[in-house]
């Protein structure tokens, strides 16, 4: 990443303030942006999570400004128990993000769980003036499609597709897994009838190319990055447990590089959702300046309530205004990959540098 226009990940320099030489008031900056063809009021978007799939928490989630919602997701795991028995969902679990099912538990656990999902969906629609997202999670293409029209139809706003896969079977590479997860995405992206974003986890072997290749099925955005659930292992008990634990601002340095990376890349009208590590009004700053059309944040929002939202947009237009910026564009981009000419000597040039300041420590 290069710093073009003294942005918060570059030099500390400030901009001088606005053009007519007045200073910019907080109170007048400019929060909106858009995002998969929607106006938001706030770049701030409350992401999938137990929040989002109860009643009081998008109800405050609104009032405290929210840009947007995304629901918890409906599990393909769970439509597959409902489908054909549950025997075929215990044999998919597991690939199941599990610490995230459980918010969802009625969802789970009974028949019918496409039309809980929906009620859920015209609740929030009711609760909340800023767009509602849908979140679907799968690992194959399957009935997907069905249901992804259902829930445009439904009146979800746009789809978010979170592909949760982990690539464990040693006799499948990686090309045979990503046209695999290629089919679903464009069949959804066709059949969806709402834009569709997609959840990408950060583990594919080109990054760059992937992304692209899921631009061109058809995604209006994409979602960077899944944070996976990472088991540990009981000693007492010699088990495996699965260990749910919220992030810090230190995860977000790896959806900031690969935004940074991919914003140029990719076609300007696909949006960019940075999720992962964003907890403070800075945190949102660096993720503008980077590229990132709006944050997602669940970890934050769980740990110190919606009302957070509120405190963090006063902080982001109170950075905003001191450093000159009138408005959110103005900031995105500030910051990116795009005037290096060849960004993975650019990467590898950065890794040595850090490198060697670390040497320094084991003097
Ligand atoms: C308790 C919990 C439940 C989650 N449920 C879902 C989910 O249903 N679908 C999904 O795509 N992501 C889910 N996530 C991931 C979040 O949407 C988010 O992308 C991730 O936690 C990174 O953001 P954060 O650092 O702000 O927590 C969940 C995260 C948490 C902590």
Redesign the pocket.
């Known amino acids: 990443m290069t710093a073009t226009d003294g942005g918060p990940g570059g030099s500390p320099a400030k901009r001088p303030v606005a053009g007519d030489g007045t200073s910019i008031r907080p109170m007048d900056v400019d929060l909106s942006t858009r995002y998969l063809g929607l106006s938001l009021a706030s770049p701030i978007v409350a992401?999938?999570?137990?929040l989002t799939g109860d009643a009081d928490g998008l109800r405050r989630l609104g009032d405290a400004g929210v840009g947007a919602v995304?629901l918890?997701?409906l599990f393909e795991e769970d439509m597959l128990a409902e489908d054909v028995g549950l025997a075929a969902g215990l044999e998919e679990g597991s690939r199941v993000?599990h610490?995230?099912r459980e918010?969802f538990p009625d969802l789970a656990a009974e028949k019918g769980v496409a039309d809980r999902y929906l009620a859920n969906l015209e609740r929030a629609k009711g609760l909340l003036e800023a767009p509602v997202i849908a979140?679907l999670?799968a690992t194959s293409r399957g009935g997907w499609t069905r249901y992804a029209k259902l829930l445009g139809r439904a009146g979800a706003d746009a789809l978010?597709l979170?592909v949760?896969f982990v690539a464990a079977d040693a006799s499948r590479n990686a090309a045979d897994i990503e046209a695999e997860q290629l089919e679903l995405m464009s069949a959804v992206c066709r059949d969806a009838g709402v834009a569709v974003a997609v959840?990408l986890s950060p583990f594919y072997t080109a990054m760059a190319n992937f992304a692209s290749a899921v631009a061109s099925a058809g995604a209006k955005g994409l979602?960077l990055f899944?944070?996976f659930y990472q088991p540990d292992v009981d000693l007492d008990n010699m088990t495996v447990l699965p260990r749910?634990s919220?992030?810090r601002s230190a995860?977000l340095g790896l959806p900031l590089r690969w935004t940074a990376i991919l914003r140029p890349i990719l076609p300007e009208d696909v949006s960019l959702g940075l999720?992962?590590?964003?907890?403070t009004g800075h945190d949102i700053a660096k993720a503008v300046a980077v590229g990132a059309d709006v944050v997602?944040?669940?970890?934050?929002?769980?740990a110190e309530g919606p009302g957070r939202v509120q405190a963090l947009e006063s902080a982001l237009r109170e950075w905003l205004a001191e450093h000159g910026y009138g408005s959110v564009s103005d900031l995105r981009g500030s910051v990116s990959a795009a005037s290096v000419e060849n960004p993975e000597a650019f990467e590898r040039a950065n890794y040595t540098k850090t490198l060697r300041s670390l040497e320094r420590l084991g003097r």
């Open positions: 992401a999938a999570s137990p995304v918890p997701s993000f610490e995230a918010y979140s999670n978010e979170n949760y959840k979602v899944n944070r749910a919220l992030s995860d999720t992962s590590g964003v907890h997602m944040m669940a970890s934050e929002l769980l």
